[in-house]
Nanobody, 126 residues
Framework: QVQLVESGGGWVQAGGSLRLSCAASGGTFGNYLMGWFRQAPGKEREFVAGISRNGGRTYYKDPVKGRFTISRDNAKNTVYLQMNSLKPEDTAVYYC???????????????????WGQGTQVTVSS
């Protein structure tokens, strides 16, 4: 079992930056594909970015490409999401998720992820 705890959310003006962290415990972190998702009020939870077990592969949804960067430190059992040039439409609760993975391919479906954090609020004002 893996427990995930996000941190780093907050309020920022448009154009600003935030760095989210997700600390994992209770499992072998390097065995998990990691993803970041977000859920805005009244909307479904959507995939934002994913990273393979060793960090060699990343994938981003179009709305965040070029602005967000996902990374991981397996020695620290932590995955990060650096968010730059934030826009009001990035306002959401951000969740990290873990998927036991043997393929190395990044999965975007939320149903494929077995473990979730509690989420951290990101609010971007215009």
């Amino acid at each position: 079992q893996v427990q995930l705890v996000e941190s780093g959310g907050g309020w920022v003006q448009a154009g600003g930056s935030l760095r989210l962290s997700c600390a994992a415990s209770g499992g072998t972190f390097g065995n998990y594909l990691m993803g970041w998702f977000r859920q805005a009020p009244g909307k479904e939870r959507e995939f934002v970015a994913g990273i393979s077990r060793n960090g060699g592969r990343t994938y981003y949804k179009d709305p965040v490409k070029g602005r967000f960067t996902i990374s991981r430190d397996n020695a620290k059992n932590t995955v990060y999401l650096q968010m730059n040039s934030l826009k009001p439409e990035d306002t959401a609760v951000y969740y990290c998720a873990a998927r036991p993975d043997g393929t190395g391919y990044i999965v975007v479906s939320r149903d494929a992820y077995a473990y979730w954090g509690q989420g951290t609020q990101v609010t971007v004002s215009s």
